[in-house]
């Protein structure tokens, strides 16, 4: 900035005084520096300026894997938030991996942000990583919860997920079976399978569990092998299955169609499927997919502002906060 100032022949104060607000100056000398800018192609390094600012107006977002349109969702509602408050957002996805999750971390600490909302793998952090991050930077948890870490967590409630799709299913025809991925990186899954087995027991039905094989973050590929391998060996307890998630169903009804199998909740159909989350997609499946949906709006929403409120606290809260938000029942023809 001072070689700038020096070669526009604009005093240093006065340039640092438009950079932070560019009609904080004379229209005459504003037009003066901006002809400069265009001249010099000065940029000014965001980076250094945040080393001298006591908050910086950075906000990091971190998700587990950026291409689940879920994520995808959940972000843009994030960002444009932040973006209308005035700040900076920077986005980073781990790609379901613990050591990119953990030089995020890192580089976020160097970047001095004013607060960070922060989607973790859950089950595959480093939850030590986590902790130091935490302690040092203003961090709001959200989607997968990690006790104790963070300031708050906002979310989304499993278990009303998973009531409201076996009471609804179980009241207009056979009781579900459970399918999910053996080794899931979902880090509500384990969640959702608890949620169902508890759901069963409450109302004296025999639960069912159908694990399939499968790693990673291909749901749908995973959901369709796993399902043409179930539909081969003979190997369904009832004709309602109730998928983990969105993506797990979309791949098993694939499954189906490429076995002939027919879904859907009329008396000449094969089968019904259900499923949680209400992807974006799961509108437009063949049948459309019955699901419990996220309230994506308020969990953005109140992340976003819990995340503002924590940075005008000073960082901290007098208590670490969890709000969780039920599911609404989406019905479809799948079921």
Known sequence: MAEFAIASGISRPTVSKYFNDPNSVRQSTRAQIEEALGRFDYQPNIYAVNQNRQMTKNIGIIVPYLADPFFAEMVRSIERRCIDAGFSPSLFSSHGEQVLENSILQSLRAMKPAGVLFAPLGRESDKSAIETFCSNVPTVLFDSNIEGMGEAFIGSDNHSFV?????????TGEAPAFLEMKHPANPNANKRRDAYLSVMKERQLEP???????????????????GLKILEEGRLPTNTILCSNDRLAIGFLAACFEKGIKVGRDD?????????????????????????????TSVSEYSVETLFRLIDSGGRLEKREEILFPAKLIMRESA
């Open 163 to 171: 009531s409201q799709t076996v009471d609804y299913l179980t009241r």
């Open 268 to 296: 000449d159909c094969d089968m019904r499927v259900a499923s949680h989350d209400d992807h974006p997609f799961s509108r437009f499946t063949c049948p459309s997919l019955t699901t419990a949906a996220h309230d994506y």
């Open 208 to 226: 069912h569990v159908l694990s399939i094989e499968g790693a990673g973050w291909g749901f749908e590929e995973i959901g369709r092998q796993g």
